[in-house]
């Protein structure tokens, strides 16, 4: 863990919380949540405020997320809107803070320069006991507080301002009047500065959860819900609803044929593949794991590429019983020798380890994710697009294979992340 730490591949791209006045806004709004106040004086927040030296000195990592559903935050500064989400329960999480910071973009920015802003994600489900408690998540709610009731005063005033202009004797009503002077002494003139956030309130689209070991839940035209995930209870026992159906992850045919028919996976793209230069990622990736494996003292950072060669050539028996090793050593040679390709003579299995989410299609962030589940070798695809996966797989590395996947990270994603999203997704 502390590699991955101090290599910024874990809770990296947080902003750091150290002036005594922000501190103090953050221990009113863990007071708030009935947490006892944090000792720590300087310490890093995401987007939602969650900071992992907090959860360390409250000795609880789910502060913010306590049931897993409704999910609190902190917000200190509009800065935040441009962080990550570095725990999350719901995939939807992050786009959430980043639609509710960019509706409400003004707002935020005024009731920050002298205030905190906290509150829930509040949605349908306060826990989740079920698949049902899952699916009835259509929509949620942003509940909002402020500790200086600036926000509460600010709608009061908002309020005020509305009956003075829609009662003809408002004007001599003195006790409305003092009233408004009074709150806008602390607000200022809510008509132009924009201090209530307007928009609260977001649809839940399709989405991935971390309860009941990782479900992805798609939603599509025509009201039907497709799970798909390891559940070990049928979908039909476990929902009580008619129109959602079940799929499980190691059925690789109807995964295929169910993102296939929704139009969320791309069909075979020849050059992507070419210019992505995924194939020859994956490919290089599988070999060295395999490597070390056999050669766990081998450096797979510095060995050189003839001697990755002549080691696939000692062991390429075995490694051809790798079946992502020989199709994708296979597909490689057909496209680089302009070869025919039929993709109808893929497995399904082998269709969902070199094909991407429909560009352009609103799951495709999700779909991206989800098509990592079928490439567990490739470390630095799940990184980008399924970090929790990618820790997960890191625990089981050994030293060397730590060592290469923090190197190719490093080396090529951090080097210029736009462009590998753009070559890797769109």
Same mark, same amino acid.
């Given at each position: 863990?502390?590699?991955? $730490?101090?290599?910024?591949?874990?809770? &990296? &791209?947080?902003?750091?919380?150290?002036?005594?006045?922000?501190?103090?806004?953050?221990?009113?709004?863990?007071?708030?949540?009935?947490?006892?106040?944090?000792?720590?004086?300087?310490?890093?927040?995401?987007?939602?405020?969650?900071?992992?030296?907090?959860?360390?000195?409250?000795?609880?990592?789910?502060?913010?997320?306590?049931?897993?559903?409704?999910?609190?935050?902190?917000?200190?500064?509009?800065?935040?809107?441009?962080?990550?989400?570095?725990?999350?329960?719901?995939?939807?999480?992050?786009?959430?803070?980043?639609?509710?910071?960019?509706?409400?973009?003004?707002?935020?920015?005024?009731?920050?320069?002298?205030?905190?802003?906290?509150?829930?994600?509040?949605?349908?489900?306060?826990?989740?006991?079920?698949?049902?408690?899952?699916?009835?998540?259509?929509?949620?709610?942003?509940?909002?507080?402020?500790?200086?009731?600036?926000?509460?005063?600010?709608?009061?005033?908002?309020?005020?301002?509305?009956?003075?202009?829609?009662?003809?004797?408002?004007?001599?009503?003195?006790?409305?009047?003092?009233?408004?002077?009074?709150?806008?002494?602390?607000?200022?003139?809510?008509?132009?500065?924009?201090?209530?956030?307007?928009?609260?309130?977001?649809?839940?689209?399709?989405?991935?959860?971390?309860? @009941? &070991?990782?479900?992805? %839940?798609?939603?599509?035209?025509?009201?039907?819900?497709? %799970?798909?995930?390891?559940?070990?209870?049928?979908?039909?026992?476990?929902?009580?609803?008619?129109?959602?159906?079940?799929?499980?992850?190691?059925?690789?045919?109807?995964?295929?044929?169910?993102?296939?028919?929704?139009?969320?996976?791309?069909?075979?793209?020849?050059?992507?593949?070419?210019?992505?230069?995924?194939?020859?990622?994956?490919?290089?990736?599988?070999?060295?794991?395999?490597?070390?494996?056999?050669?766990?003292?081998?450096?797979?950072?510095?060995?050189?590429?003839?001697?990755?060669?002549?080691? %696939?050539?000692?062991?390429?028996?075995?490694?051809?019983?790798?079946?992502?090793?020989? @199709?994708?050593?296979?597909?490689?040679?057909? $496209?680089?020798?302009?070869?025919?390709?039929?993709?109808?003579?893929?497995?399904?299995?082998?269709?969902?380890?070199?094909?991407?989410?429909?560009?352009?299609?609103?799951?495709?962030?999700?779909?991206?994710?989800?098509?990592?589940?079928?490439?567990?070798?490739? @470390?630095?695809?799940? @990184?980008? %697009?399924?970090?929790?996966?990618?820790?997960?797989?890191?625990? &089981?590395?050994?030293?060397?294979?730590?060592?290469?996947?923090?190197?190719?990270?490093?080396?090529?994603?951090?080097?210029?992340?736009?462009?590998?999203?753009?070559?890797?997704?769109?």
């Amino acid at each position: 863990m502390e590699r991955l $730490i101090d290599n910024a591949l874990i809770y &990296g &791209g947080l902003i750091r919380i150290h002036q005594p006045h922000l501190i103090e806004r953050y221990n009113q709004a863990l007071t708030a949540f009935g947490l006892r106040e944090t000792e720590c004086k300087d310490f890093a927040i995401d987007a939602t405020g969650f900071s992992p030296e907090v959860a360390e000195d409250l000795d609880d990592e789910h502060y913010l997320d306590p049931l897993g559903v409704n999910r609190r935050f902190i917000i200190l500064s509009p800065a935040q809107a441009d962080l990550p989400v570095i725990y999350v329960n719901f995939s939807s999480t992050i786009d959430l803070m980043r639609a509710f910071f960019k509706a409400n973009a003004e707002a935020v920015k005024v009731l920050t320069l002298k205030d905190v802003l906290y509150g829930e994600i509040e949605n349908s489900t306060y826990k989740v006991d079920d698949i049902d408690d899952v699916l009835s998540i259509k929509r949620v709610r942003f509940s909002l507080r402020t500790h200086n009731q600036l926000l509460e005063k600010s709608k009061r005033l908002t309020e005020m301002v509305e009956r003075f202009h829609a009662e003809d004797n408002a004007w001599k009503d003195n006790k409305l009047l003092h009233g408004i002077l009074e709150l806008a002494r602390d607000c200022g003139d809510t008509r132009y500065n924009a201090i209530v956030p307007q928009h609260t309130e977001f649809e839940i689209k399709s989405f991935w959860t971390r309860h @009941f &070991g990782g479900v992805y %839940v798609f939603h599509d035209d025509g009201g039907e819900t497709v %799970v798909i995930g390891n559940m070990t209870t049928p979908m039909p026992l476990a929902s009580k609803r008619t129109s959602e159906r079940y799929i499980h992850m190691s059925d690789h045919q109807a995964v295929f044929e169910y993102l296939t028919a929704t139009g969320r996976l791309e069909p075979l793209n020849l050059d992507w593949l070419e210019h992505s230069e995924i194939l020859d990622l994956r490919l290089e990736i599988c070999t060295r794991m395999a490597l070390s494996k056999e050669r766990p003292e081998a450096d797979l950072v510095w060995i050189g590429e003839v001697a990755t060669k002549n080691w %696939v050539h000692r062991n390429l028996d075995q490694l051809e019983r790798d079946e992502a090793f020989s @199709f994708l050593s296979e597909l490689c040679r057909a $496209i680089r020798n302009g070869l025919i390709v039929n993709p109808d003579e893929f497995t399904a299995t082998q269709a969902l380890m070199v094909q991407r989410a429909m560009p352009g299609h609103p799951d495709s962030p999700l779909v991206n994710r989800f098509l990592t589940e079928f490439v567990p070798f490739d @470390f630095l695809t799940r @990184f980008i %697009v399924n970090k929790l996966a990618f820790y997960v797989d890191y625990e &089981g590395f050994n030293t060397a294979q730590r060592d290469y996947a923090v190197h190719v990270i490093k080396t090529r994603y951090f080097a210029d992340k736009p462009a590998i999203w753009q070559k890797l997704f769109d």
